[in-house]
C-alpha cells in the first residue's frame, strides 16, 4: 500500500499511465451504466399499452349527405369526412402535380373518390383547419385553411399556399360494408 | 475584511464546525460592492425575490391543483373562488410570471449596455442565459396547467416545433406527448417538470451568485475596482437599496394583481381546453411575442424553428463577438446607439409577434429578424473593430467624487 502510494506521489512513467487506464475504463463502464439506466426513464414517458389499446374507432357513414362533413375522434385527433361533391372530386384530380408543394395524386389519397377520411391537423405546427362547417373560411382552394399560420388546403387536403410542408395525413381505414368504415 | 467576531455562543459553536456564518457576513454583509451603482443594479436582487414569490405561491397552488384534463381547469377555477386567498396565491403567480420576465429583460439589457458579458464575466453571463431558457420552459409549462384553449394551443404548436427536426420529428413529438396529440399525460408530465423547473432554476442561480462573487459587480463606469476606496459594503448601503427597489416593484407588481389580474393574460383561456376547436387567434404570452414573430417571419418550417432558438442561444457566443476591450456604453459612442436600435428592434418584434401574419406585417417582421441577427452577427463584432472609444476614467472613485482621496479616508 505504501509503496504504490509512493510511486504515485513521484508520478513515475509506467504505474501512472496504468492506473490512468484504470481510471478511465472505470469512468467509461460506469457511464454505459449510467446511459443505459436512463433508457427505462426516457421510454416510460413513450405511450403506455392503454394509450396505444385505443386505437381504432368505426364511424357509420350513412347520415352524410353529399357535401356535408363531420369530424369524429381518433387517438385524441380529429379526423375530418367530407362527402365530396362531384365538382370538389374533379378540380383535386385536375390539380397539376407541378403546382402542389409536397405532390401526390387525389386518387393516392382516397378509397372511393367521394369519401375524403383525413386527420384534421395542420401539418405546420397542428392547428385544426378550419373549413369543416358551414360558412367557415376554406381558403384559396376552397378545401380548408388553417387560421394560425395560414395554410390553405385544396379539396383533397393537398397542401397548396402557406408555411405547411406536407398535406394533411390520411390515417390507417377501412371499409366493413358499403357505408361503415373502421379507422385504425 | 477581517473574520467576524460572534457573540451568541450558539453561533460560535456552528460557525467553528461549518463557517457559514463567517461565510454569510463576507457575501453579503461585507461583501466589497463599487459605489457607483445606478437603479439597473437592483434588477438582479429582484429577480431574486420574485423567483421566491413564484416558488412559494406555486407550492401553495399545487396544494388545491389537479392535474387532469378533467379537473384542471375546475380546479383552478376553485382554487378562485373557493380556496381561502386562493384567488391571491393564483393572481400573485399568474402575474409573478409577467413580473418575473419583465424583471429578467431589464437585468439582461442591462447587461448589455454595461458590457457585463464581457471577460471576466463570461461563464458569469452565460449561466444567465441559461437561467433564461430555463424559465421559459417553465412559464410554457405552467401556462398549460390550467387546461384552458390558449393552455392547450400553446402546448400543440410548441410541442409541434419539435415535429421540424429531421427525421425523429414525429418520434420526438410522441415522446414529448406521451400519446397521439397532447392529452392527459402531456398535462401529467408537464405539472411534475413545472414543479421540477424552479429548483433547477434556484441552483442555477446559486452558480450565478458563486460566478459573480468571484469578479465581483461589474458597475455603470465598467472599469474594475481598483481598491477599497472604489467600493462600500453591500450592507447595509446596497441592501437598503434593493429593499426600496423591492417596493417600488411590489406597487407595481400587486396593482395588477389587486386591480387589473387579467391584464396580461388572454380571455380564451377562461374557456376550457377543446382539442377539437383551434381559437381563430392564438397568441403566446406577451414575454413570448418577439421569438414567435421570429419564428413566423421565415417561411421554412424547419427555418423558423432553428431561428426561433438560434436568437436566444445567439447570446451565449456574446461574448466573443464582441471584441472590444470597454465595457460601458457610455464610452462607445457608435456602440451605444446600435443597443438603442437592437431595443427598438425587440419591442417590433413583440409587437409583430401579436398580428396575425399577412400583408405589411409579414415584411416588417422579416426585416426585424434579419436585423436582430445582424446586430449579433455583423454590426458587433464590425463595431469593436472600428470604433475609438471615449476615454475612461482612471478609477470608479476619480469618476464619482473629485476627489477621490477624500472619500478613501472616510471610509
Ligand atoms: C420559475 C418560477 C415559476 C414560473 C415562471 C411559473 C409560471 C407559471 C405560469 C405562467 C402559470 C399559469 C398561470 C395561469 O395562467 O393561471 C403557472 C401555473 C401554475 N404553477 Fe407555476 N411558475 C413557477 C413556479 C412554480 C412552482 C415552484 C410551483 C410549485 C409547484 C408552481 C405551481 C403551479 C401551479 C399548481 C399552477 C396552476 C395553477 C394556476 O394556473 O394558477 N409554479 N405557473
Ligand atoms: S399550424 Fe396551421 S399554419 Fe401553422
Redesign the interface.
Known amino acids: 500500500m505504501t509503496d504504490t502510494a509512493t510511486t504515485a506521489a513521484q508520478a513515475s512513467g509506467p504505474d501512472e499511465t496504468r492506473r490512468d487506464f484504470l481510471l478511465m475504463a472505470t469512468s467509461a463502464v460506469g457511464a454505459v451504466g449510467v446511459a443505459l439506466a436512463c433508457w427505462p426513464f ?1 421510454d416510460s ?4 399499452a392503454d ?1 396505444l389499446a385505443l386505437s381504432s374507432t368505426g364511424v357509420d357513414l350513412s347520415a352524410i349527405e353529399e357535401g356535408q362533413s363531420i ?1 369524429v ?1 381518433w ?4 379526423v375530418f369526412i367530407r362527402h365530396r361533391t362531384p365538382e370538389e372530386i374533379e378540380t383535386a384530380g385536375a390539380a397539376p402535380m407541378d403546382d402542389l408543394i409536397d405532390p401526390q395524386a387525389d386518387t393516392d389519397r382516397v378509397l372511393k373518390p367521394e369519401w375524403l377520411i383525413m386527420i384534421g391537423i395542420c401539418t ?5 383547419p ?1 373549413g369543416q362547417k358551414v360558412g367557415d373560411p376554406r381558403g384559396d382552394f376552397d378545401g380548408w385553411f388553417c ?4 395554410s390553405h388546403y385544396d379539396t383533397s387536403g393537398r397542401i397548396r399556399k402557406g ?3 406536407r398535406n394533411m395525413a390520411i390515417p390507417p381505414y377501412e371499409f366493413t360494408d358499403e357505408t361503415t368504415i373502421k379507422i385504425g | 475584511m477581517t473574520k467576524p467576531q460572534w457573540n451568541n455562543g450558539l453561533v460560535r459553536w456552528i460557525d467553528d464546525r461549518m463557517p457559514i456564518f463567517t461565510l454569510m457576513h463576507h457575501e453579503l454583509v461585507d461583501y466589497p460592492t463599487p459605489k457607483n451603482f445606478n437603479y439597473w443594479w437592483n434588477f438582479g436582487s429582484l429577480a431574486g425575490i420574485v423567483l421566491v414569490i413564484m416558488i412559494v405561491t406555486g407550492i401553495f397552488l399545487a396544494m388545491s391543483y389537479t392535474p387532469h384534463v378533467d379537473y384542471a381547469f375546475e380546479s383552478v377555477e376553485r382554487i378562485v373562488r373557493d380556496v381561502n386567498y386562493g384567488w391571491l396565491l393564483r393572481y400573485l403567480h399568474m402575474n409573478g410570471g409577467s413580473i418575473f420576465f419583465i424583471v429578467v429583460y431589464i437585468h439582461l439589457f442591462r447587461g448589455l449596455y454595461y458590457g457585463s458579458y464581457k471577460a471576466p464575466r463570461e461563464l458569469l453571463w452565460i449561466l444567465g442565459v441559461l437561467i433564461i431558457i430555463v424559465m421559459m420552459a417553465t412559464a410554457f409549462m405552467g401556462y398549460v396547467l390550467p387546461w384552458g384553449q390558449m393552455s392547450f394551443w400553446a402546448a400543440t404548436v410548441i410541442t409541434n416545433l419539435f415535429s421540424a427536426v429531421p427525421v425523429f420529428g414525429e418520434a420526438i413529438v410522441t415522446w414529448l406527448w406521451g400519446g397521439f396529440s397532447v392529452d392527459n399525460p402531456t398535462l401529467n408530465r408537464f405539472f411534475s417538470f413545472h414543479y421540477l423547473l424552479p429548483f433547477v432554476l434556484f441552483a442555477l442561480v446559486f452558480l450565478h451568485l458563486w460566478a459573480l462573487h468571484v469578479h465581483k459587480s461589474n458597475n455603470p463606469l465598467g472599469i474594475d475596482v481598483k481598491g477599497p476606496q472604489d467600493t462600500i459594503p453591500f450592507s447595509p448601503y446596497y441592501t437598503i437599496k434593493d429593499l426600496f427597489g423591492l417596493g417600488v416593484l411590489m406597487v407595481f407588481y400587486l396593482f395588477f394583481v389587486f386591480f387589473a389580474p387579467d391584464f396580461f393574460g388572454e380571455p380564451d383561456n377562461y374557456i376550457k381546453a377543446d382539442p377539437l376547436v383551434t381559437p381563430t387567434h392564438i397568441v403566446p404570452e406577451w414575454y413570448f411575442l418577439p421569438y414567435y414573430a421570429i419564428l413566423r417571419a421565415i417561411p421554412d418550417k424547419l427555418g423558423g424553428v432553428v431561428a426561433m432558438f438560434g436568437s436566444i442561444l445567439i447570446l451565449l457566443i456574446l461574448p466573443w463577438l464582441d471584441r472590444s476591450k470597454v465595457r460601458s456604453a457610455r464610452f462607445r459612442p457608435i456602440y451605444k446607439q446600435f443597443f438603442w436600435i437592437l431595443v427598438v428592434d425587440c419591442f417590433v418584434l413583440g409587437w409583430i409577434g401579436a398580428k396575425p401574419p399577412e400583408g405589411i406585417y409579414i415584411t416588417i417582421g422579416r426585416i426585424a429578424t434579419a436585423y436582430y441577427f445582424l446586430h449579433f452577427l455583423v454590426i458587433i463584432p464590425l463595431i469593436s473593430m472600428v470604433e475609438r472609444p471615449k476615454p475612461l476614467p482612471e478609477s470608479i472613485s476619480t469618476a464619482v467624487t473629485k476627489g477621490g482621496a477624500a472619500v478613501k479616508e472616510a471610509t
Do not use: Q
Open positions: 426516457i414517458m413513450n405511450p403506455s394509450v369530424t375522434v387517438r385524441g385527433k380529429p405546420h405546427l397542428g392547428c385544426i378550419l387560421p394560425c399560420h395560414g408555411p405547411a410542408p
